[in-house]
């Protein structure tokens, strides 16, 4: 059990928009630590996609946006493609564990 | 080109031990805190241990602390993570990370490699 909670699964159509939230805690979140965003297909490499609650890496496209709220963060996803399917995972770090930590992960599918 | 190639892991027995370790090129490898994250089957991202650039700092997810123990060497370009007292639930892919970021609790990844399979089975 994640301290960051994460959808299990969203989807969306082609060329739509989805949102994944990261809801965390006082601890982490809410205590002004950046939450991260990374993309990841199983067998490959995870990408960071998000760094510093909003920045992207050079290359990653602006369809992808990060932003957070108090004690949670979203990544928001436009335009949908079909390369967008994979598993999406938020990380931050938690000053009661002393430790970074990853939030569940989402399964995203593009319809 | 700018990667992360981690070693082969294995088998082994529960109790057992096993290091893997994970070759940096295209970077300054000495400029830059490192990490090692795992996925155990059917479960999301674990952050397993974090070196920093010069090697003074280490740290542990409790679920690790005092089995595991991290290093590197910069003249070599390549960081290591020893598992000791392996047990089923060590069972995971490993990946190796690159770390980013001026302030420590902020840090993210921003290279990964592309993982290496320990499984713990008898």
């Known amino acids: 059990q994640s301290v960051l909670t994460q959808p299990p699964s969203v989807s969306g159509a082609p060329g739509q928009r989805v949102t994944v939230s990261c809801t965390g805690s006082?601890?982490?979140?809410?205590?002004?630590?950046?939450v991260h965003w990374y993309q990841h297909l199983r067998g490959t490499a995870p990408k960071l996609l998000i760094y510093?609650?909003?920045n992207r890496p050079s290359g990653v496209p602006d369809r992808f946006a990060g932003s957070k709220s108090g004690t949670s963060a979203s990544l928001a996803i436009t335009g949908l493609q079909a390369e967008d399917e994979a598993d999406y995972y938020c990380?931050?770090?938690?000053?009661?564990?002393?430790?970074?930590?990853f939030g569940g992960g989402t399964k995203l599918t593009v319809l | 080109e700018v990667q992360l190639l981690e070693s082969e892991g294995g088998l082994q027995q529960p109790g057992g031990s096993l290091r893997v370790s994970c070759a940096a090129s295209g970077f300054t490898f000495s400029s830059y805190a490192m990490s090692w994250v795992r996925q155990a089957p059917g479960k999301g991202l674990e952050w397993v241990s974090t070196?920093?650039?010069?090697?003074?700092?280490?740290f542990y997810a409790d679920s690790v602390k005092g089995r595991f123990t991290i290093s590197r060497d910069n003249s070599k370009n390549t960081q290591y993570l020893q598992l000791n007292s392996l047990t089923p639930e060590d069972t995971a892919v490993y990946y190796c990370?690159?770390?980013?970021?001026?302030?420590?609790?902020?840090?993210?990844?921003?290279?990964w490699g592309r993982g290496t399979q320990v499984t713990v089975s008898s």
């Open positions: 510093e609650d909003y």
């Open positions: 990380q931050s770090y938690d000053s009661t564990l002393s430790s970074w930590v």
């Open positions: 070196i920093s650039s010069n090697g003074g700092g280490t």
């Open positions: 006082s601890s982490n979140v809410g205590a002004g630590y950046a």
């Open positions: 990370a690159k770390g980013r970021g001026w302030k420590m609790q902020d840090w993210s990844f921003d290279l």
